[in-house]
């Protein structure tokens, strides 16, 4: 069964440094997501992503989060310079595109800032 | 996914037994509900969706059903098995369909 593949599985950085978190999305997929998971919280929207450019996102996604497609497979976040309350697992999603069809999860990144 | 230390309702039942999992919603205006399931180390996991439109809907071993009026979800896992341990998650879609919001989740230990 197809599924979303994220990397790395923990990526641990200095505060202050940019980091990428990668997503392959599942290949028929046009919508594509990044959500949060703080330790101690729940699964938290981040953005959304559609034909090339941001649908929606919400108030934790500012000036320090960027979002790619760079090609026709990958789908990568960036923070540009990490705090330590970045650190958090990062999921990546990705639908159809279909009327309700649900989103499909990787299994994160675990992001440590130090 | 990381839920170590997050406190979350816990349901503990027998190996066997039914489960019960219960959800309260909050946007009276969505349409589309989505169960997951998380087990440790992983991502959410799709279970069983519901539309608006419908109360309860059917799938292997588990039923959803929805109460609009107060806008409540369940999940009904039949027979429960070890390895439905796990963190259940209950979400919504908004409007516009490009967003999920969860809840809180529960954590259902299953003793065999």
């Known amino acids: 069964e197809p599924e979303v593949t994220q990397t790395p599985s923990h990526q641990v950085t200095q505060m202050g440094q940019e980091v990428i978190l990668r997503c392959v999305p599942i290949s028929n997929h046009l919508y594509f997501y990044w959500y949060r998971q703080i330790l101690g919280q729940k699964v938290e929207f981040l953005v959304s992503f559609y034909n090339n450019e941001i649908s929606e996102k919400s108030e934790i996604f500012d000036d320090q989060f960027s979002v790619e497609r760079p090609d026709g497979s990958n789908f990568t976040l960036k923070i540009r310079s990490t705090k330590l309350e970045d650190s958090a697992m990062y999921f990546c999603?990705?639908?159809?595109?279909?009327?309700?069809?649900?989103?499909?999860f990787g299994d994160g990144t675990r992001l440590s800032i130090l | 996914g990381e839920s170590v230390g997050l406190h979350l309702p816990t349901l503990s039942v027998q190996e066997g037994d039914n489960s019960i999992i219960n959800c309260a919603y909050s946007n009276s205006a969505s349409d589309y509900f989505i169960w997951y399931k998380q087990e440790s180390g992983k991502g959410p996991q799709f279970i069983i969706d519901i539309r608006s439109n419908m109360d309860k809907r059917q799938g292997q071993r588990v039923t959803v059903l929805l109460n609009k009026t107060v806008k409540h979800l369940s999940l009904q896992i039949a027979a429960t098995q070890p390895g439905d341990s796990a963190v259940y998650f209950c979400?919504?879609?908004?409007?516009?369909?490009?967003?999920?919001?969860f809840g809180g989740g529960t954590r259902l230990m299953v003793k065999p």
């Open positions: 979400a919504e879609i908004n409007n516009a369909g490009n967003m999920l919001t």
């Open positions: 999603a990705s639908m159809t595109g279909q009327v309700d069809q649900p989103q499909h």
